[in-house]
């Protein structure tokens, strides 16, 4: 057979021999590629590190020693020149790459900064946690960029989605192709999926891809997971008979307390059997099926998403936070790679999975402080959002529940200004919004101060209405629940349905579970019997799980400032009126007196270790500094520092 040309060039050759085996990440060993490429750099970086370390100490050393015995041999000199070189090659090369001055050896860093932390122990501790990114300056730039992409939490598990669905014979093209993208993109983001399938779909698989060995480990794979009998993680059919229940022996069910059941309603056996052929589906090609079934029952969810913006609209108990929910879920399930970030007010939340959730369980306070809290995060992530670049929000669902209850925490500028971002520049971001509004009309929520820009409110999002009606619940006792019909309607008028605006009515076997609270049929619940890995146990802890990401930066920076003011304005009473004691007075200012860094900033006196453990609340803090200030026995001021007074 004659051999293919080669496509690589004498230069490119070993470029691939520098990653671990890329037949195990063709194989589909991604999440355990990835990480070995990461410890791979890690451990060259410390590598590197030493060899720094070498150099400099042998310059050094040959340095000083010629300069000591030249005169028994001057061709020591040549030793020392050498050595020398050596030593300022390093120094200048170092310095062009990081842009620090690191003429010691052991030392890292800046060396003017490595003096400043000297006798400061703050700094050095600062310096202390910051060991692992000083080692990564080590490494060529090329490489550091890499090791920070893989480094992410969030970029390392969005990139293990990425590269899992990607077919074997591209995945290290697609892994190059997005580091190159994160390096453009300066760390700001990743594509997206469609994106990267999108790409890949104009490539071939490698010519160098070594098939034998590609189909040697997914053997492997095979016999191992049979010979070890590794469990699969089994689809949950919480609607399963009893398999005694021929017999009529009545076997209890293990059901999952939530949701629950409804005895009343029974299925079918092909129900049953529908039921189980969709959960035996890959998660995109189930929600592509679920569409399908909903829409030949009558209830086209396709139509919901008119446009980028969907404002879903009506009256208290119409079903709008449950049709929101089932468009999240799906969407979810379409695209596993989507990041859900949902904002909600009141305690009644949809346990469905998303990156982050922003509601009253995420604070420590409750009610409308809480919501409180929830309004002005939400706001902060707007801003962020508004000053994002066009595009940055592509793979994001953002879904803001309760808005008009939110909003009505804001100000009335900043109010004002939320509503105009959403319907006039929020879809420039790239996000698909599902916002949740209580009202007849949009007016309900905006106003009519819409300084001319009514029109432009009313075609910048698609709206879609929803009824409800009266069930007797006891002789003198109705309760509102929805009829399960949604519509696409007008911003003028949530209760007229739109010609050709029918969306549907929910159908019967989406209603099989029922609400833990009022007890009725819940199709939003229903629908993540049929996705469980989108089912989230305990809201209380996802609220509670704060995801670290570019996309919350603001957002968690005003939530973690407001916490440090809302603390100190909390502090007890008893405390405030302890007398601050001469001993106090004393350490205070020997704490600033022996600072090696003036002025010394209130910060650093705080976590001073002459406290031995005992440090002061910001209270007592700030009060002391106020009263030796007045009597002059220090000066300056909390923002621009403390020194003793000269």
């Known amino acids: 057979m004659t051999e293919l040309p080669r496509i690589t060039t004498k230069e490119t050759s070993d470029l691939r021999d520098d990653y671990p085996s890329l037949s195990h990440l063709e194989a589909g060993n991604v999440a355990e590629w990835l990480q070995e490429r990461k410890e791979q750099l890690v451990t060259r970086a410390r590598c590197i590190e030493a060899d720094a370390d070498t150099t400099r100490v042998i310059g050094v050393v040959v340095t000083g020693a010629s300069l000591i015995f030249h005169a028994v041999n001057p061709l020591v000199l040549v030793g020392g020149l050498v050595g020398g070189a050596a030593w300022l090659w390093f120094v200048v090369e170092h310095f062009s790459r990081t842009k620090e001055f690191a003429p010691l050896p052991f030392v890292r860093g800046n060396m003017v900064d490595a003096l400043a932390r000297i006798g400061d122990y703050d700094a050095r501790h600062a310096w202390e946690e910051n060991h692992l990114a000083g080692t990564i300056t080590f490494l060529p730039r090329h490489e550091a960029e890499e090791f920070v992409f893989l480094y992410s939490d969030s970029n390392f598990e969005q990139l293990t989605q990425y590269l899992v669905q990607t077919e074997p014979g591209k995945r290290f093209h697609a892994y190059r192709w997005l580091l190159g993208w994160y390096t453009k993109l300066k760390g700001r983001g990743l594509p997206t999926y469609d994106n990267l399938h999108t790409y890949l779909t104009t490539v071939e698989i490698d010519s160098r891809l070594k098939v034998d060995e590609v189909t040697r480990l997914q053997e492997y794979q095979t016999r191992q997971k049979e010979t070890l009998q590794l469990p699969s993680t089994p689809a949950v059919d919480v609607y399963a008979r009893p398999a005694l229940e021929a017999s009529n022996e009545h076997t209890p069910t293990d059901p999952i307390e939530t949701p629950q059941h409804t005895p009343s309603m029974q299925r079918s056996r092909k129900e049953d059997a529908r039921r189980a052929s969709l959960l035996s589906l890959p998660l995109p090609a189930r929600a592509e099926k679920m569409l399908a079934l909903l829409k030949q029952d ?262 973690t400032l407001e916490q440090l003011f809302h603390l100190d304005a909390q502090e007890s009473d008893t405390e405030a009126a302890i007398a601050i004691d001469d001993e106090f007075f004393h350490i205070v200012i020997t704490v600033i007196a022996s600072a090696t860094t003036v002025p010394i900033s209130f910060h650093a006196i705080r976590n001073s270790r002459k406290w031995e453990g005992n440090n002061p609340s910001v209270k007592m803090l700030r009060a002391a500094l106020a009263q030796l200030v007045n009597e002059k026995r220090i000066q300056g001021s909390e923002k621009e520092g403390y020194c003793s007074k000269s």
């Open 298 to 559: 009558g209830f086209d969810l396709t139509k919901c998403v008119q446009d980028q913006i969907t404002v879903i609209a009506g009256n208290q108990r119409g079903g709008k936070g449950t049709l929101m929910a089932i468009l999240a879920v799906i969407s979810q399930a379409v695209t596993p790679t989507l990041k859900v970030h949902y904002f909600t007010a009141g305690g009644d939340i949809y346990p469905f999975q998303c990156e982050r959730l922003v509601c009253r369980y995420t604070y420590d306070v409750g009610g409308s402080d809480a919501d409180a809290q929830v309004a002005k995060a939400l706001f902060s992530y707007l801003k962020q959002m508004d000053n994002a670049a066009d595009g940055t929000y592509q793979d994001v669902l953002l879904v803001i529940d309760e808005a008009v209850a939110l909003s009505g925490y804001l100000a009335p500028d900043q109010r004002e200004w939320m509503i105009k971002f959403l319907f006039t520049r929020a879809s420039k971001k790239g996000a698909q919004i599902f916002i949740v509004l209580h009202g007849k009309n949009l007016s309900s929520w905006v106003g009519n101060k819409t300084a001319g820009m009514a029109d432009t409110f009313k075609t910048g999002a698609a709206f879609i209405g929803c009824e409800a009606t009266s069930v007797q619940v006891a002789p003198l006792k109705k309760i509102a629940v929805a009829t399960g019909r949604y519509f696409l309607t007008e911003a003028t008028n949530f209760e007229r349905s739109r010609e050709d605006g029918v969306i549907g009515t929910v159908p019967a076997w989406l209603k099989e579970v029922t609400h833990p609270v009022n007890g009725q049929p819940d199709p939003a619940r229903t629908l993540l019997t049929f996705f469980p890995e989108l089912l989230v146990d305990d809201v209380a802890l996802l609220a509670r799980k704060r995801v670290q990401g570019a996309y919350f930066t603001a957002m968690d920076e005003r939530s």
